[in-house]
């Protein structure tokens, strides 16, 4: 994982089946920003309170992905899911952070705010 200029994480939990096949489903880009922007959802997925972020860290001119990951509505006896979504998710939020090579911002809520502190913890792991 890259640098971070910040991490903006407001926790939740949930017992549910979290995420699968992690992507950017909104996406502003701006070749002039010095940095990035991810938001990361909470369960349930993007909702307005992060499109409304969304939008308006576009106005004003950042470079901003919302990072979609597919949610299964089903409870599971099974935990390994949440390992397995997590790396999904892990992987996609390196991926996302190679794309420009930009100090990334990341904000997440409830289930996507710990993503962001799972996250960080993996980019000093890797330093």
Partial sequence: MRKFISIVSLFGFSIMAAASAAKASDVCLNTRATHQIIILPPTGGANSADRSLFKALCRRGHEVRILDYSQNSGLTADLSVHDKFSRE????????????????VLIGASLGGLYTSMAFGYSLEKQ
């Fill in 89 to 104: 998710v892990l992987t996609e939020i390196d991926r996302l952070l190679g794309i420009t090579g930009k100090s990334t």
